[in-house]
């Protein structure tokens, strides 16, 4: 957690005091715990608590992996799903396709792999249509305003709104400045965050005041 000033951490989380490995894309929280996911979408849970060290969280494996390489995760408070944005489709079907995926919260009992289905799948021809195609997702959100997804797409610098029934509602170009837009949130009165991985190891937050941000002139 950081300063509202963006230039301070104020608070942080280590899991320990084993190791948890992997390439994590998103982060997500439910009211009660974070979710991480990685790459593969593996989940890794935990409630925060007063110290910094996190001694117990749950690791979980979904069927993700079978689907796509995952990068974006959100939670929905009115399905009580946590949906995974597909990267990379490696399922043969869906090539190409806009896909968000939904898995279940997973609880402290679950051992099994969790089942995965597609929340969001949005045609090639759609997204050719809406001027949006490709679109390769690095964080996805959901606007406490509308019912309408935000998906950002670092390498296409793009921002895709779409709704549950896989219409794309609207599309923006992001400007230059956002070389690797891989986070997204949107608060109420259509505050738009974007954070930016950097290259030399420091993160860049942005606010514009209104959910699509101005393209490049």
Known sequence: ?????????VERRVLGPGAVLGDFEGLAWDGRRFHLTSSTGTLVSFA????????????RRTGASEICEVEGLVYDP????????CKTVTHRPWRDHLVV???AVP???DTA?????PRILVS???????????????????????DG???????QRRIVQVDDDGRVVDEARLPSRHEQAEGIAIERGAVLTLVDAGGNGRARITRYERPDPPGDT
Request: aromatic share 4%; net charge negative; hydrophobic share 45%.
């Open 1 to 9: 957690r950081i300063a509202d000033g963006g230039d301070e951490v």
């Open 48 to 59: 925060p608590g007063a110290e910094e060290t996190v001694e117990t969280y749950t690791v």
């Open 78 to 85: 009115t399905s009580d799903r946590l949906l995974l944005a």
């Open 101 to 103: 995926l939904e898995v």
């Open 107 to 109: 609880a402290a009992a």
């Open 113 to 117: 792999l969790l089942p995965v289905r």
């Open 124 to 146: 090639p021809d759609a997204l050719e249509a809406a001027g949006a195609a490709p679109i390769s997702p690095s964080g996805i959100t959901r606007a406490p305003d509308d």
């Open 149 to 155: 997804w935000w998906v950002v797409a670092a390498r």
